[in-house]
Structure formats: C-alpha cells, structure tokens
C-alpha cells in the first residue's frame, strides 16, 4: 500500500533526541543532597535523579532541559555519560554545560568540548549524537549538566514529557508552549500516577510538576515499556475528540484501503479461476488465502531498492492488482489483496487496522493512524476480517504461513480500527487461544543399564510457535532455523541428554502442524547401588521456568497467547531394573487460567509418563500476580517428580 | 523505547513543510564509481559453489587483497570479492563493507549484484550508508564504516565488491584473515612493497604457504578451499578469534627475522607510542605518595595504588584515530577520572612512577589464544600492566609473575579489571599471551594459569527437610581471585533489586520453586580478601515423597557442570579458568525418616582437573561434600574423552538422588 517514506525517517529516529538535560538554573546543592548516601524512598537504588526539569517552547523552536542526580553506588556513575542522539538538519544541540560536585562541596566542571559523533547517515538523513562525559564523578557526587535543543521554523515539535525513567525521580518539572503557527487543537495523552495532573493557562502553557517517581519498571512477560511508563504524550491535532478523529480519518483511511483493493477485472477473473470448484464462501476464501500465501511476503525476504525498481522497470504498487501481477509485495500489500480477492469473488471482507502488541497498546485517545505502524518492517499491520457463515472470520494473510483463521500473536487480542459495511469503527480482534497454540513433544527412549538412553523425540507445533520458526526459515533458510532450533533444544533438555534436529517436517506449509524430529542421546538415569532414576519428562530441564525473581509485580503479565504443551515419554526399561514407584498423578490449577496434569503408567518394562499444560490466558494483572507465581512454583517443583527403578538383578 | 516526540515532530513538521532532508555533507557515491560489473567480477562469478559448504549461508569465490606501501612505509589496501548468496541467511553476507576513522579515507566502495537471471545492479547511492560506532554507551568512537547494499541480494545471486581505503599511517602491518564464518573457494594477498623494504610473514591457525614475488618486492600468497568456521553449537570451545587462520605481514619496525625479534619490535613500538604518557604531574605525584604514606611492604604499597585506580577511575573509552591505540596523557586522565583500558594502564603507571616503582604496557586480548606466539602483530584488544617486582621481593600474594628474558620479574595486573585483585589475573587472561613493552626486555610473555588456590568457591550449606518436602536452610559462600571479583563486579554493576532477582534468578535455575528469603554480602574493603554472600532459601517440594519412598537430591546449589555433547571433537576444549571449588552441604532429615540408599559419590582424577563427592549420614543428618580443583584452562581436542568423562561425573553427580524410608 503506498504510504508516506517520511515514516521511514520517524522509524530511524526513534529513541534518538533522548534523555538531554538542560538546566535552567543550576541551583546549589542542599547540605542534605551532599550528605546523601542512600535515599530512603528508592532504597538500593544506584542513582536518582534530584530534579529533571523541561521546558520547551514551540513558538521558538527550543527546548532546554536540565538534570540534577544524585550518585548513590559505583552502578550509578554510568550516567555520567550522556549520549543524545538527533537529526542533523532538523535540530541541533548547543550549549551543554555540566558539573560534577563532590560530597565535600568541590566543583568539577566539564571542560571536555562535547563530542558530534555520527550515529548513521544515507541518501535521506543523517543522524547525529552528542557525547559528553562529567568529570571525576565518585560515589556520592551530584551529576548536573543542561542542554538546549533547537529546531528549524518549519517544524512544529510538540514533545513527549517522560515522566518515569530508569531511575526515581525526586521532582520533575514540565513546561510545554504550543505553537501558534499551526491551528487545531492540542492534545495531550496523560499517562500519570494519581494526583498528577498536566495544567493549562490561558496563554496555552502546560504544566507539569511530580514528585517521587518511581524508577520504570523492567519485568518478566511485560506489556511494552511504552504502554506502561508514565508520561505525557502531545500532539496537534484537527480534532478535538476521539469520536470525530476515528469517524473522519477512519473514513479516509477505508477509502484509502478500498482504492487499493478496488475492482480490477483481470484480478476478478484471476480470483474467479482460483475459486472454480469451491463449494462454500469458506472454501473459496482458503483457496483465496493459499494463493496469497504462496506469494513472495517481502516481509521475510527482501524489499526491492529503488536502484532494483528502476532496473526492473517496475514502479510502487499502488493497487492489490500490482501486487498480485508483481507475485510479490510486504504484508500490508499482501493483506490488502486478499482483501480485493475476497470482494472479487463475492464475499463481504474489511481491512482492520490493528497495533502490533509486541510493539504497542492500541490507544483511541491518541489520534494517530501511527499506532498502527510496524516500526521494524514500515509496514502497516492489516488483517482482514471476512464474514463467512455468517461469522466474522479474523485473517493473516499478510503474515507469512499463519494458519487460515489464526491470527499471528502480535494481530491477536490487538485494538484497531476496522472496516464495516456502514462505515468504520474501533474493535479488538479474537486472542490465539489454547486450542490453537499447541505443542506436542514426544519420544521413545531406550534406557540402558548405565542409565543412558537413546531414541527419538518429535515436537510438534501450531499457532504462533509454528509460525515464528517457519518466518524465521523464510528469512533465515532452514539450515539457520535448525542451528536455532537446536539452541532452543539446549534449553528444554536436561544436562547431559543432548538432541540435534534430524528434519522439519512442515516448515513450508500453512495449515499443518509443524513437526520436528530429534534424535536424542546421552545420560539421563542416575544411579545408586540399588536404584537407577529417570527424571519424569526428558523435555523439562530446570532452568526455564518464568516469574521466579518477582514476588510483586507492578505491570500487568502478558504472554502474548494462550497455549497447552502436551508430553508423552515411553521409556523402554533395561533388563534388570523394574519400576519400585512411580510419581503419583498430580494437578496443579489456576482457577480459570490454566491446568496442569500429571500421570504416569507401566507396563511390562516400559514406563509411559503423560504431562500436559493448559493456559487460556495471555493476559493477568497484578493483583493476580501472587496465584499466577504460586501456580508456576508448583509446576516448576512438580516437574522434578522422579521415576524410581530398583535393580532386580543381584 | 518509543520517542513518540520524534513521530509527532516528523509528523507535523511534513504536513507544515515538506523539508528535503538529504545529507549533503558529501556524497556516499560518486559518479564516477558507476559501471558495470568489472571484468574480474564477472569471471568470478562463474566459479562453481563447492560441493562441501555445509550451512553456510554464502560462499566466497573469490578475495583478492592488494596493499601496496610506499616509501615512507603508508599503505593502501584494496580489496575485491566475489561472494554467491547460497541461503536466505546469506543476504546478511551481501553487502560491500569498508573502515575508516580519522587520520584515514575511503578512496571507493563499489557494489554490484549478478542476479540468479544474470542481470546487473550496481549499489548507487540510495543504496549506501555510512555508520559511526555508537553501539556502546561507554564509548567515543571517531572510527566509521561505509556499507553499500547491492540491489537484488536474493540466493543465487553474486555481489561483487570492490573498495580501497588507506591505512593509518602509523600502522605498517596488514592482518589477513585466511579463515570466515563461510567457506572461501580462492583468496589471496598481494603486499606491494618499495625497493628495499623488508617484509616478514607469520600464520596462526592455517598452514604456512609460500608467497609468489610477482615482480620485485611485490608478493602474492594465495590459499585456496578455506572451510567456514562455525563454532556456535560447539561446547566450551574458545572464542572464534582465536580458532580462525590468519597471517600477518610486516613491513615496519617488525618485519625482522623471527617472530622473537618481531615481538621485541612490536613491543618496543609500543613503548615508544606511549612514551611519556605516564609522566606524572606534581598532582599525581602527592597523590600516589599519600597514598602509598605508612605502607608496610611493596605489596600493600602497589594495591594501594591499584585499588585506588580500580575504583575511582571509570571506564571511559574515548577514541580517536590513534587514540585507538595510544593513550591519552596521564595528567588529562588523572584530571577528569576516566579513561580506557590504556588510560587506566597509563595513569597506575604514573602513580607507580611517582614512588619509584617501574611499570609497563603490556597489550593483550580478553580471548585466550587470540594472541599466539607464532604470529607477531598488533592483533589485541586490550592493554594490562607489568610492574618490575625487585630482586628479593618474594610476597606469596603477588602470584600473577612472569619472568622476562633479562630476568627482571614482572608482576601482570589488568587496571581495567575493577574488582580482580592485585597479585592474580581476571580468568580471561590467564594462559594467554600479552606483548610487553619495557626496553630490552620487550616481546611475547605468557600469562600465567594461576594455580587453583588462588581462585574458587567455598560453600557450606546447611538445611532443614520438612516431612512435606519443604527445603529450608542458610547457604554461605566465599569466593576468591577472580570468581570473587565476579562477584563483586555483580555489586558494582547493579543495584539491590537487580541483585535480588540476580541471585534468585540463578537460584531458580537449581532449585525449582525456590524463594530466596534473604541475601547478605560481605565484601571487605580490600579486593585480595575473600567476598563472602550468605543467602537463605526456601523450596517446596524439594524431597518428594513417592510411596514408601522420600527422595531428595543432596547436591542443592551450585552446578559446576560445563557444557559438553558426545560428537567428535577436532577443537580445543576451553575450560575458562583454573580454581578450587569445595561444598560441604547438610540437610537434617525429616523425624520419622531414614536413609535407605545414598548415592556412590564420583571420583575423577586426571591431569588437568579432579572431581569428588561424597555422601554420608552422620545421626538424622545427610552430609554431601564434593572437591573439584581446575589445574589447566585449555585442553587439546584429543582430550575430549577425558573431558566428557569429567563432565558426565559432575553432571550425574549434581543430578544423584538420596533415598530416605519412612521408619
């Protein structure tokens, strides 16, 4: 879908005009802050930040900001340095001053001249990065320095306050000027602990004060960083409400979709061939879906260059019906076809727009058609919703492989904007459930008297686990994807038992099952004089179980998608050992959430042992954490059940 | 981190102003550089792809390197290859590369591609880029790289490249690489020397081959079916650097006879690069005499000072050109408190200076068997001390001794390494080789393996059993040389949560279930005294009840276990550093409950390490001990049986199972 390049330049800068500091006024540390050696409000912290304040202004293009932290252990030292980063010809960075000062009071300057080093540089734009690094910072010392940041005129720059950084923030302070030179209405998207609240003068000056931010939260299964951490997000804007934003340009985007995916007689009569013999909407739409499917997704190979094109002569699609003549196109293109597929063949299908969930929370309160942008391909993400038996039908065609009726992860459970038959509106798509996320691992082992075995494992996979090692095969080759399956392998297998991928089977295919077969060798049994031991599964090492640091938790889990895991092992008995006991079968729940069973069976001198997780949720919140922990302690503790052997022989 | 600030600015700023945002500094391409795939290339390109490439993802058909020196000994290289694209993974291998930093330029870079169809694109200017090296946080690079990405890198494919750049003028030694990560069906390096200038070869890793004079002062070495080298899946191998073929060519000071020779050369360039640097000021010298004010011995006196550069400077790399390699002036860094690997070298020089101890560089690289004897060169990436310890001075704590070829002794101590103490050496250096720069004396050290006394852990765990299987118990650990630094690097490197989750992290990789309810360290002021961590730990369900049987693994924490398989090995084996590990733990059992079979306990012994264990129960207590000593770092590949035997013990050990009844 043709789209405006500038987003390749949003894409390149992101994370780049960062956490600059600018003071206003370098005030004098207080006798406490000198004295400081811990701080009670963020105990065991390395460093936190006195004063961060920012003021900017754009009626003149400028930005200052200044920073004020305390150094509180040798960790904390590392934010002496400062690197910001910025765009070369749209903003510059002057006036950097900066001081360390002692916890005796003795004043260090920076005197070093700052450092303009290049970050990357093409055709289009060339990022830059201003270095600097305060002097003889020690335990103890306060860390201040300021920087201002300027624009050219024909830039509007409404900023992002960040409210929350890595580390506590005493006192912050936020000053924002709008612009005046640009109409509309100013919006911002607070993201703020309670009582903090941005206020509004008459002359259109925001502000902002908080105190005792906590540091950022880094945790295990989180949702994105961006969707949780405060701050305070402005933009300008032609709307003054969400309603009226997603009414109009939901519409333009709905005409935009349907002018790519608009009627074309060659493609009609290409989808009609596609579909001569399909009985039902249903069948028409998966013969629809493989033809798609079968195309190049550049998404996972390579995007034709400029030089490419013109060497070609072939020029950006601008309608489904390039894309389906060029066999080839990114997933946006590739979804959009299909999309114009469908409605050439008679079925009711809409384009949704959605925000890829590993990226990103889908927000209506920002009005931005940006949410739904793949900041790593600069793709839109598109599915498309079909009615077929008188159902919406959620589809993938855009990603490669994705199982007629599931939706990648990162397009499930996901907010957007979709298309309907009166117009548009916002929506969520289904989440991947635990029926469609499953992976089978068994395996036949032959336990020998030393307690080594030997055998053959097969793990198969569907929904989003098959799906990411067959993306990873189209971008990486198969031989890649078994070097990485075998690393994956390393981490599931206990030590000493070692597994290498014989062959996929299915790596090519989308609407199979995945199936990988694993030889399997190595020490597994350990033994006493009169016992031998096998551990309960061969495919539960101890070392990956989640949510073991956490005892609290401040953000929501997310696990991307619900999902069951089902072992079977048979393990073939050496002559001389019987069973002496067997684990008993055990269940573990989480109410409404997941399940966990156990059983185990023997018969004559083979041991068949049964393990099987089923977890219907993607997402939990903290209140909740505490079960959610409790459950995987017991999972982790109950898959070290062991199978005891005695030796029968003497 | 989104920086939704720079989507809104770009955003708005389009719609208020469309603004060309081409970098017009200078151009990535010229011109003049467009064309067709040169003749070479396309005779290339026709080479067959070998029957034996593996999982490569590309293969390199042909490499030809060509620098060529003039009188006053600067060099130009160019370089020309011609690689097929045999896998999707292999696009990555695609693309045309070239360096430069300051004092240095990229005279061209040229890409082409020969499609699968037979098609050529050549890489214009949309498709070339130039990056600075900002990866790093903790550094100021000037040093840039160029990439022109040639259209159409599909497999099948060939892309042609073609560059040349200058060499700084201070080097006067070109590094080949013989060996890649993919397989080479041809390669060659032609050095164009002027008359009279002498040139000295040496290999590592690939057997020598003799060099063609093509005409007079200009050789060719040409070597050919170069298998890739591929060591991911290959356990405890060491690094890739130190396994790959090269050879070194020197046309400066070192390209004399003999890699003795060329190593006293190397060293004696370094020394005259740094020469200076340490000078101290008036400043450093009240310092390093404060400092060093009372000392009882030369021991106390040198950690005096080490420890004091260990702690208060940072590291900083700032690097410039030269600065890659030269350090900056002591007085700059005593002044700001930061510095490198040099400058942390530089200014523990001067202090020692300053109360009349003599100190100098030795360069090295944090990969063991990156620097081999048998290849005099610049190759390193890491720059240590050797402070001259004098006659008679015999502390048992200065173990890290090495002997030069005067006799001097010298005693080798990394600055940058902010928590190994002084007297032994960070793990990742020992066995390796440094290049000493001190007059006569300079040339190739080895690095001493430490012996195990001066590095290890001792545990001592103690736990109560609770008839449901509940797991309770207080653990103490203490660490010494370099695994104590680790640790204490752990302290510095985070703050008290990181380190909770570290700890329980670690643990929960052991201890299923576990809870780590407290953790304590005990660091002691000075870096040569062993650092304690005492930490208490719950687990559920660790002893199982299975019928009649109550089942506990006595081995509760800390898996020694290195990585190993059962595939046949043709690399050395990397056993990462020498040391003294010994656990004693008990576990008081639960009332009502006997021991009804313990495990046998392992006993390897072999040259290069030992392993025991041992279970006993003393009353209503399950004792476990276990002993493992490290002798050696790094084993042929013919000792893989030994190692696997080793391995497998420790492994089952760790695994074994005590069987307690109910009485």
Partial sequence: MPRSRPWMLAVAVIGLLLPVSVFAQIQPPTPEELAMKADPKAPGAAAVFLNYEESTDDNINFERISVRIKV????????????????????????????????????????????????????????????????????????????????GEEWAFPPTWEVQQDYFVHKAHFTFVKTKYIGGYTMFLPVLPEGAKVKEDLAGRFTLDVTDIPAGPKEEYGPPENAVRYRVIFYYSGYSNKEDFWKYAGERWAKNVNRFAGEDKKLAEDAQGLVAGAATDEAKARKLYDAVMALDNTDFSRRKTKTELKDLHLKEARKATDIWNQKSGESDDLALLYLALLRSVGIKAYAMAVTDRG???????????????????????????????????????????????????????????????????????????????????????????????????????SGPEALRWREMALTDGEDETKTQFNHWLEGILPEGVHGELGHFLGLAETNSVLMAVVPLSGQLGTLTGQRMFLPYTVFTSRKNHP??????????????????????????????????????????????????????????????????MARNFVIIEPGSYGQLREFYQKLAAADQQQIVLTHTEK | ??????????????????????????????????????????????????????????????????????????????????????????????????????????????????????????????????????????????????????????????????????????????????????????????????????????????????????HPGHFRWQVDNVPGLDLRLIPSVPAWRAMNGRMTVQWGDAAVEGTEAQWHAIGAWMEQLEAHKPDPTAEITAKAQALVAGAPDFYTKLSRISEYVQRDFRYFIVTRGIGGLQAHPAEQIYRNRYGDCKD???????????????????????????????NPSLVGNHMITAIEVPEGEHDARLRSVVTGRSGKRYLIFDPTNQRTPLGVLPAYLQGGYGGLAAGGDSGLIALPVLEATANGTERKGKFTLAADGTLAGLVVTVHTGPVGGELRYLIKETDEKQRHDEIEHRLGEEIPGVTLESFKFVEPEHFDQP????????????????????????????????????????????????????????????????????????????????????????????????????????????????FRRLESAIVADERATAVLKKQ
């Avoid at chain 1, 609290?552 to 073939?572: G, I, N, S």
């Avoid at chain 2, 300053?354 to 690289?365: K, L, P, R, S």
């Fill in chain 1, 547 to 612: 949510f073991v640091e956490d005892a609290t938790r401040m953000t929501a889990v997310d696990m991307h998608f619900a999902e069951t895991v089902k072992d079977e092992v048979d393990y073939t008995l050496p002559e001389g050992y019987a069973v002496e006991t067997l684990p008993a079968d055990a269940t573990e729940s989480l109410p409404q959430h997941a399940i966990y069973k156990t059983a185990a069976v023997a018969a004559k001198n083979v041991v068949t042992v049964n393990r099987n």
């Fill in chain 1, 359 to 461: 990226q990103g929370i889908f927000n209506p309160n920002i009005f931005s058609f940006y949410q739904f942008q793949d900041h790593r391909r600069d793709v839109e993400e598109i599915v498309v919703v079909a009615e077929l038996g008188g159902k919406d039908v959620f589809l993938d065609p855009g990603q490669r492989y994705c199982t007629f009726g599931q939706l990648s992860w990162r397009h499930a459970f996901a907010g957007g904007i979709r298309q309907t038959e009166k117009g548009t509106e916002l929506a969520n798509t289904p989440g991947v459930t635990y029926k469609d996320a499953v992976m089978t691992r068994t395996a036949g082992l032959t336990v020998a008297a030393d307690g080594s075995v030997s055998g053959t494992a097969r793990i198969t996979l």
């Fill in chain 2, 1 to 214: 981190m989104l920086n939704r600030r720079v989507e809104w600015a770009v955003a708005v700023g389009m719609l208020a102003a469309p603004l060309m945002l081409r970098a017009d500094n200078h151009s990535l391409f010229s011109s003049k550089d467009k064309g067709p795939v040169p003749d070479w290339g396309l005779t290339a390109a026709k080479t067959a792809t070998p029957a034996r490439v593996g999982t490569a993802g590309s293969v390199l058909l042909y490499s030809e390197t060509v620098v060529t020196v003039d009188e006053q000994g600067h060099a130009v290289e160019r370089e020309r290859t011609v690689r097929r694209i045999l896998k999707p993974q292999g696009r990555e291998d695609g693309v045309c590369v070239a360096w430069y930093e300051e004092g240095t330029r990229i005279n061209l870079l040229r890409g082409w591609t020969i499609t699968g169809d037979g098609r050529q694109l050549q890489a214009l200017e949309p498709d070339i880029g130039e990056f600075g090296d900002t990866q790093d946080a903790i550094m100021l690079s000037t040093e840039r790289t160029r990439v022109a990405r040639p259209p159409g890198v599909d497999p099948g494919a060939v892309v042609v490249c073609e560059s040349e750049s200058t060499f700084p003028t201070y080097i006067h030694e070109m590094n080949w690489r013989v060996q890649h990560d993919s397989p080479v069906v041809t390669e060659s390096l032609e050095v164009d020397l002027p008359a009279g200038r002498h040139h000295a070869e040496t290999w590592r890793g690939w057997a020598a081959v003799k060099a063609a004079e093509v």
């Fill in chain 2, 344 to 374: 942390k070298s530089t200014i523990t020089i001067s202090l020692l200076q300053a109360v009349g101890v003599t100190a100098h560089y030795v360069f090295v690289d944090t990969d063991r068997g990156v620097i081999s004897p048998e």
């Fill in chain 2, 531 to 642: 650092i304690e961590l005492d930490y208490t730990v719950t687990a559920r369900q660790y002893g199982r009840a299975m019928g009649a049987l109550f089942l506990v693994r006595p081995h509760v924490v800390g898996e020694l276990a290195a990585a190993f398989d059962n595939k046949p090995r043709t690399l050395p084996i990397e056993l990462e550093q020498s040391g003294h590990w010994h656990e004693v733990i008990s576990i008081a059992l639960p009332d009502g409950f006997g021991v009804d079979e313990l495990p046998d306990g392992a006993n390897v012994e072999t040259d290069f390490a030992s392993y025991r264990s041992s279970y006993k129960v003393d009353g209503r207590t399950l004792e476990y001990e276990r002993d493992f000593t490290v002798k050696q770092v790094l084993l042929s590949a013919e000792r893989a049986g030994d």
């Fill in chain 1, 72 to 151: 509180l252990t040798e960790k904390g030292k590392e934010l002496a340095t400062v690197n910001a980063g910025y765009l070369k010809k749209v903003f510059t960075i002057s006036d950097i001053k900066g001081r360390t000062i002692h916890s005796d009071g003795s004043i260090y300057p920076l005197e070093v001249k700052p450092e303009t080093l290049l970050v990357n540089k093409s055709e289009e734009f060339e990022v830059n990065q201003k270095v600097f690094t305060l002097p003889n910072v020690e335990v103890g010392s306060i860390l201040e320095y300021t920087m201002e940041v300027h624009w």
